[in-house]
């Protein structure tokens, strides 16, 4: 079964960035979709970005755009997100997710990923 492996979390200060990693050891992720998912204390799972498997098309919620980018590296097997001018309110726990959607389009509703990594907290604060 395909697991997701999720790191580069950590403390940062406001306007600091962070970089995220999501690796599936053993498995290749080229042919999933690959969202971006983070959640903090009360309240609901957001899907903030993701990625398609062909031709690498992003999506971001609103609350990320201009500020998070989007990445996979077919030959490493990795799928990145840049995080960049980190506020507070992005304080969350991160994951990343596998959706079996094949092609050039991907979707942020958590409800239609298959497989979840273990998430990596992000905390903005000075």
């Known amino acids: 079964q395909l697991q997701l492996v999720e790191s580069g979390g950590g403390l940062v200060q406001p306007g600091g960035s962070l970089r995220l990693s999501c690796a599936a050891p053993?498995?290749?992720?080229?042919?999933?979709?690959i969202g971006w998912f983070r959640q903090a204390p009360g309240k609901e799972r957001e899907g903030i970005s993701c990625?398609?498997?062909?031709?690498?098309?992003?999506d971001y919620a609103d609350s990320v755009v201009g500020q998070f980018t989007a990445s996979r590296d077919h030959a490493k097997n990795t799928v990145t997100l840049q995080m960049d001018t980190l506020k507070p309110e992005d304080t969350a726990v991160y994951y990343c997710?596998?959706?079996?959607?094949?092609?050039?389009?991907?979707?942020?509703?958590?409800?239609?990923?298959?497989?979840w990594g273990q998430g990596t907290q992000v905390t903005v604060s000075s």
């Open positions: 053993g498995f290749t992720l080229n042919y999933y979709a």
């Open positions: 990625i398609s498997s062909v031709g690498g098309n992003t």
């Open positions: 997710a596998a959706d079996m959607l094949h092609g050039r389009t991907c979707r942020r509703d958590p409800g239609e990923y298959d497989y």
